[in-house]
């Protein structure tokens, strides 16, 4: 019964809960934000846009239907017991990056000041090594844990606020983000190493190394931008690296027709992406292949494209409920 009711409450996170009046995770991370580069046209358009700042490399606006909002602008998951109503980096900073665009768009005071609020919010969680922490525990995880893929999107929302104010602790939060990215997990950073190629990564869960395939490819679009706007000599080196290491790493991330959320080392059960996701890393791999162009990026694109029926859907669905209910 323990097994079914699991089962029964995972299916509903995957269906129906995505759509509840009642905020949530789910709801807001099953928020697509599409990819707004995806050619050389919409690269030169990113590029001529920079004033005051472009609007970022994926349409962040979807996540302003979010409903439970802090007053400093900083959107709550809601993640049930035993974590409670908490701040997600990650999700703060994809937020904020939609009240970035919002305020492009409108030109308004107002709209500027709740995306300089939000940053600022965020901008005073910043520890001195650079970190953006996470103040609950998440599995093996501890309260004041990191992520490489929070500080690379944070990365993104200060340089924006950089732009907007040429206030420079902005660029220096930025910079000071990407400090620990060439440091071993075992040291403390985000460097950890991909064991069937021997090629470096940067961790999402540095306390898991659990190896998700979407943090990581998350991870080069901060790097970039860091690399494009401030001509960031460590960024750019860092960026390379991650571009090498992608390369050998996402032909691995894909099992039986349809990719994988990440590869944790001892487990045998392959663990699939929903639909969501994969359209998701979809989305990442459209942009990558722009601002990377690599040959070997641009065929990952069209083979993942190319795994999207309605068919690979369902039964991606019906896996990824098998696989929760079985691991966590």
Same mark, same amino acid.
């Given at each position: 019964m323990k097994a079914i009711r699991r089962f029964a409450k995972i299916a509903y996170a995957y269906t129906l809960g995505r759509t509840s009046a009642q905020p949530s995770t789910a709801d807001f991370w099953y928020r697509q934000a599409y990819a707004r580069v995806t050619d050389e046209a919409s690269l030169a358009r990113y590029r001529a846009g920079g004033s005051p700042w472009p609007e970022y490399l994926f349409d962040q606006t979807v996540k302003l239907g979010y409903r439970m909002v802090g007053e400093d602008g900083v959107p709550i998951l809601c993640y049930g017991p035993p974590i409670g109503d908490q701040v997600n980096p990650e999700a703060a900073f994809q937020y904020i990056l939609g009240l970035a665009d919002q305020a492009r768009?409108?030109?308004?005071?107002?709209?500027?000041a709740r995306f300089l609020t939000a940053t600022d919010a965020m901008l005073a969680t910043q520890t001195p090594e650079g970190g953006y922490p996470y103040h609950f525990d998440?599995?093996?995880?501890?309260?004041g844990w990191t992520s490489a893929l929070a500080q690379a999107r944070g990365v993104s929302v200060m340089l924006r606020a950089w732009k907007a104010t040429g206030d420079d602790k902005y660029?220096?939060?930025a910079q000071r983000a990407i400090a620990l990215f060439d440091v071993p997990v075992s040291e403390g950073g985000y460097l950890a190493i991909f064991e069937p190629e021997q090629c470096p990564f940067f961790e999402e869960y540095p306390e898991?190394?659990?190896?998700?395939?979407n943090g990581f490819l998350s991870t080069a679009f901060g790097l970039w931008e860091l690399a494009e706007w401030a001509n960031d000599e460590k960024a750019a080196r860092l960026l390379e690296l991650a571009l090498d290491s992608l390369e050998k790493m996402l032909p691995h991330f894909v099992h039986d027709g349809w990719t994988v959320y990440d590869l944790r080392p001892g487990e045998t059960r392959p663990n699939p992406h929903s639909a969501f996701y994969h359209v998701m890393v979809v989305e990442y791999m459209k942009v990558l292949s722009v601002i990377a162009p690599r040959p070997a990026f641009s065929k990952i694109l069209a083979e993942w494209q190319a795994m999207d029926? $309605?068919?690979?859907?369902? #039964?991606?669905?019906? $896996?990824?409920?098998?696989? #929760?209910v079985a691991v966590r």
């Open positions: 768009t409108t030109g308004s005071e107002a709209d500027r998440y599995f093996d995880c501890k309260s660029l220096d939060s898991m190394n659990s190896v998700v395939m029926t $309605r068919a690979n859907r369902i #039964k991606a669905t019906f $896996r990824k409920i098998l696989f #929760k």
